[in-house]
């Protein structure tokens, strides 16, 4: 039986906010044939189970649930007609013939080519395997974000007395979404002294419903053989290593880590592409192209956002970008800068500046490591400051995004961006 | 004849029990291994270093020796009709220091005696050969004949095998007292009675308590717990033997080898403990990896998937003990079999096997096929052919798990094979769904539903691993619970 083969211009890789948003953007610039390529049974992703309210401030100056905004860019993608396949799992990226390969029920193996690819497959929960917690592996420990799929998607409750790993937002949103169904939600550690999780979220999720907030505080056992029976919490020093003495046995049957995410690169860097070491994600420049010809990367596999309107700004820059490529070719290269960052910034994106002629403009993000009070933002050449600007409140929870324009790039040896202390 | 009367009954589902299972099946007998988990494969057969060892290690003329080098030589053979993944990968032993040299050149000289192959070799061509290894490795034995295999994949292909060939097996099935009525033996269960002509102890942990139902032991298991930490297959090339460390007089150190699925283990820890203590804990692991970095300097531990813990069967004898009792002939224990246990399970079960075969004069059974019908997955069928099953039966096309590419197809299988998957677990160890990085949190669920639907029973009783371990034990909106 024949493989079968399809052609796309632009082909994506996962249909949630960062795809669709590219998907939405390339059309815009003139393509129109594009492929999204979605492992589940619907468009839109993890905003599919996160069905409060909070979403769109930036992007369409008003409050919406998840499915709401999904929904904006779901039937942009349906009235124009843009293909998309379901329930197909991509299987290997082959950079070098351009093509994809992917399963599904419906079409067997498929070989998709491409001119571009936009790869947008999101990112996963850090589980407690990763981090090595002690004790049993019983029943009833979950990630936070799975619990929130079983209890908006499915309408499962996971559990009655739950105890939270992790302030991450998706464990505090969870704190009072089964708050809301009857659980009972005994409390939250959080191993730094500070939350990881957006400050609203501590108030509405949190403080509104009585949950205390443990900070320098973790779970340093499990108990339970078949299904949990109870954890052992305990506070931490400074280099975040347990107190002896401080140890307390907390009776729950479930655990929800929200202890955080990282980008589901696998399947880019098996395919040869360059990771940046500091966010897990692809190696780009400022086009979002990683380091393999016309494969382009954006959103949480790119590395991980708090608001979804900033993913959907990276899926805009992705798209505009792949589309770009594919109408005027590719322009004379005259350099490429490599970014660098100081201590105090724990990732900085984009990794290089291709230049070319008339490039002026380019949009930077980076989270800061430790929260800074108040904080001066440097960018320089050298010694030489191209920019200074000053925030107040910067947070590792809090991804920065600032955007150098009318700049001649070519006038410049190299590019820093330092955060300091004031 | 007698509906509860068995010519052999075998008590335990683990490696050992398993392949004795199969190698009687060669017989025209009339076989029950009971078993008291949910699933073969659940003890100390789930959870250890997952080698195939050499066997220069045994000391000469003992049964670890003996049944190690034989079961190694018959391991390729095995996994080839029971279509488990066997890699020979070969291990290397390291010295750091002119005493470990000492000790592993005697080494050799015990290979020699055991019949095994075991090479010298120096620095130069050690990093050659292992380039990750850490500089202050100077010398190993290569031992090139030591292999990886999946501990439960082998167990429960060795099962499956066996009820293919008319061999019963009843689960979640405890014995609770063992006697002798002439010549026959009476065992009582927490579920019926039975009897037979000839029992196998192969209870592992639980050997000696097996025993002591029937007569007073003439051996203890002192258990002794093994913790381990699980490596991504992030880099198929990263570390391609298994490495062990040159015994002390501190111990064996630790090990690190690649897996079959090209994860990587670390591990074990050795220390008493009690029979069902399967807990980790984060000294042992700081330990392990304190001293597995004396192997290779920079582990990269943000490729962690989980660390977990398995119980071996020590007893307090030097030696694996196989043997029938003197007190109540017809009553083989095969017990205290820890490592190199697994390199021995065929050899075992073929000796064992024949030993009753000549105690009841069993003839040959003349149907019997060695081989377990293939498990198809992309990686063993290449993409066209899995193209061309997926056009056979589209539920092949459907990835459920997505970190290590499983399909609904093959999980259906799984399923109704014999002695399938009935549990999360089950699943897991069968066709490594879940056991990705994302531990399951994609499918799980999903996993949960096939299940449920494959065999007919409420979504709320799906089981994660044992009885008591429902995974979706709690409530579904606007559904009535049905537990």
């Known amino acids: 039986m024949k493989i079968n083969n399809k052609t796309y211009d632009i082909v994506i890789i996962g249909g949630g906010s960062a795809g669709l948003s590219a998907a939405k953007k390339a059309y815009e610039e003139g393509i129109s044939s594009i492929l999204i390529v979605e492992r589940n049974n619907e468009l839109g992703g993890i905003l599919n189970q996160c069905i409060h309210n909070g979403?769109?401030?930036?992007?369409?100056?008003?409050?919406?649930?998840?499915?709401?905004?999904?929904?904006?860019?779901?039937?942009?993608?349906k009235e124009n007609n843009i293909d998309y396949f379901l329930n197909t799992l991509v299987l290997s990226i082959n950079s070098k013939d351009k093509l994809i390969v992917c399963s599904s029920s419906e079409e067997g193996i498929i070989n998709i080519s491409y001119k571009c690819l936009i790869f947008s497959a999101g990112c996963n929960e850090r589980t407690s395997g990763q981090i090595m917690i002690p004790g049993e592996r019983p029943n009833g420990v979950f990630t936070a974000g799975l619990a929130q799929k079983l209890l908006n998607i499915d309408g499962y409750l996971v559990g009655k007395n739950v105890y939270i790993l992790?302030?991450?937002?998706?464990?505090?949103?969870?704190?009072?979404?089964?708050?809301?169904?009857?659980?009972?939600?005994?409390?939250?550690?959080?191993?730094?002294?500070?939350?990881?999780?957006?400050?609203?979220?501590?108030?509405?999720?949190?403080?509104?419903?009585?949950?205390?907030?443990?900070?320098?505080?973790t779970v340093i056992k499990i108990h339970g053989k078949n299904q949990l029976e109870g954890i052992t919490i305990c506070d931490v020093d400074d280099s975040l290593k347990p107190i002896e003495g401080r140890e307390k046995f907390i009776k729950c049957d479930t655990l929800l880590l929200s202890i955080g995410l990282y980008p589901f690169n696998a399947m880019l860097k098996n395919s040869g592409a360059k990771v940046n070491t500091e966010t897990k994600g692809a190696w780009v420049d400022q086009n979002l192209e990683t380091t393999l010809d016309s494969v382009f990367s954006c959103g949480n596999v790119l590395h991980v956002h708090d608001l979804v309107d900033y993913v959907s700004d990276e899926g805009e820059i992705a798209g505009e970008n792949a589309a770009k490529l594919i109408k005027y070719g590719r322009k004379t290269l005259l350099k490429t800068i490599f970014t660098k960052h100081n201590s105090n910034l724990g990732y900085l994106l984009p990794n290089e500046i291709k230049v070319y002629k008339d490039l002026n403009e380019v949009s930077f993000s980076f989270r800061v490591?430790?929260?800074?009070?108040?904080?001066?933002?440097?960018?320089?050449?050298?010694?030489?400051?191209?920019?200074?600007?000053?925030?107040?409140?910067?947070?590792?929870?809090?991804?920065v995004k600032i955007k150098l324009n009318n700049l001649d790039f070519n006038n410049l040896n190299e590019l820093s961006v330092e955060v300091n202390e004031i | 004849m007698e509906k509860n009367y068995f010519d052999v009954i075998i008590i335990g589902g683990g490696v050992i029990g398993c392949s004795i299972a199969r190698y009687l099946s060669r017989f025209k007998v009339n076989v029950l291994l009971i078993e008291k988990h949910f699933d073969v494969a659940e003890e100390t057969s789930s959870a250890n270093s997952a080698i195939v060892h050499s066997g220069y290690d045994p000391l000469p003329n003992t049964k670890k020796a003996y049944f190690n080098v034989k079961g190694n030589k018959m391991m390729e053979e095995v996994c080839k009709e029971?279509?488990?993944?066997?890699?020979?990968?070969?291990?290397?032993?390291i010295g750091f220091n002119d005493e470990d040299k000492k000790t592993l050149l005697n080494l050799i000289q015990r290979a020699k005696l055991n019949g095994v192959e075991a090479e010298f070799i120096e620095k130069e061509e050690l990093h050659k050969i292992e380039p990750s290894l850490n500089d202050e490795c100077l010398y190993a034995l290569y031992a090139k004949d030591s292999g990886i295999v999946s501990p439960f994949e082998l167990t429960i292909a060795f099962m499956e095998n066996?009820?293919?060939?008319?061999?019963?097996?009843?689960?979640?099935?405890?014995?609770?007292?063992?006697?002798?009525?002439?010549?026959?033996?009476?065992?009582?269960?927490?579920?019926?009675?039975?009897?037979?002509?000839?029992?196998?102890?192969?209870?592992?942990?639980?050997?000696?308590?097996?025993?002591?139902?029937l007569e007073e032991p003439s051996f203890k298991i002192n258990p002794r717990k093994g913790e381990y930490i699980l490596l991504d297959h992030f880099n198929n090339n990263w570390c391609k033997h298994t490495l062990f460390m040159c015994p002390t007089k501190v111990g064996k150190g630790v090990l690190i080898s690649p897996t079959t699925s090209f994860n990587y283990i670390i591990g074990p820890s050795n220390d008493e403990s009690l029979k069902e203590d399967t807990s980790t804990d984060s000294s042992t692991i700081n330990y392990l990896k304190e001293t597995a970095s004396k192997l290779i300097k920079d582990i990269p531990y943000a490729e962690v998937i989980r660390t977990f813990a398995g119980v071996r069967a020590n007893p307090d004898v030097d030696d694996f003990i196989i043997?029938?009792?003197?007190?109540?002939?017809?009553?083989?224990?095969?017990?205290?079999?820890?490592?190199?246990g697994l390199a021995s399970s065929p050899a075992i079960g073929e000796y064992v096997s024949n030993l009753i075969k000549e105690k009841l004069n069993l003839e040959i059974n003349t149907t019997y096929?060695?081989?377990r019908r293939e498990i198809y997955s992309l990686s063993s069928l290449g993409i066209e052919k899995y193209n061309e099953l997926i056009k056979k039966d589209s539920r092949y096309g459907h990835m459920i798990c997505r970190c290590e590419k499983v399909s609904e197809g093959q999980i259906v299988d799984a399923i109704h094979r014999n002695c399938g998957a009935r549990s999360v677990k089950g699943i897991k160890k069968r066709l490594r769904a879940g056991f990705g990085k994302c531990q399951g949190s994609f499918c799980e669920e999903e996993v949960c539903k096939i299940i449920a639907r494959e065999l007919n029973i409420p979504l709320n009783s799906v089981l994660y691993k044992d009885e008591g371990s429902e995974v979706f034990k709690y409530r579904f909106k606007g559904k009535k619970n049905e537990n």
Do not use: W
Request: proline share 5%.
């Open chain 1, 55 to 77: 979403f769109g401030l930036h992007k369409f100056k008003k409050e919406l649930t998840g499915p709401e905004y999904a929904y904006e860019y779901i039937e942009f993608i």
């Open chain 1, 166 to 217: 992790g302030s991450g937002d998706i464990g505090l949103i969870m704190a009072r979404r089964m708050t809301l169904e009857g659980a009972n939600v005994i409390g939250v550690s959080e191993i730094m002294p500070y939350s990881n999780g957006l400050n609203r979220n501590i108030v509405q999720c949190l403080n509104d419903y009585n949950i205390p907030l443990r900070l320098h505080n």
């Open chain 1, 369 to 399: 490591k430790k929260p800074i009070s108040k904080g001066e933002i440097l960018f320089k050449d050298g010694e030489n400051i191209i920019k200074r600007s000053v925030k107040n409140d910067l947070i590792p929870s809090e991804m």
């Open chain 2, 82 to 93: 029971l279509h488990v993944p066997f890699i020979k990968n070969g291990s290397l032993t």
């Open chain 2, 162 to 213: 066996a009820m293919d060939n008319g061999i019963k097996l009843h689960l979640s099935e405890k014995v609770l007292d063992i006697k002798k009525d002439g010549d026959l033996f009476l065992i009582d269960t927490d579920k019926d009675k039975y009897k037979a002509k000839v029992v196998v102890n192969a209870a592992g942990l639980y050997s000696d308590e097996i025993l002591k139902k």
């Open chain 2, 323 to 340: 043997e029938e009792s003197k007190i109540n002939p017809g009553f083989i224990n095969c017990a205290g079999i820890m490592s190199p």
């Open chain 2, 369 to 371: 096929n060695p081989t």
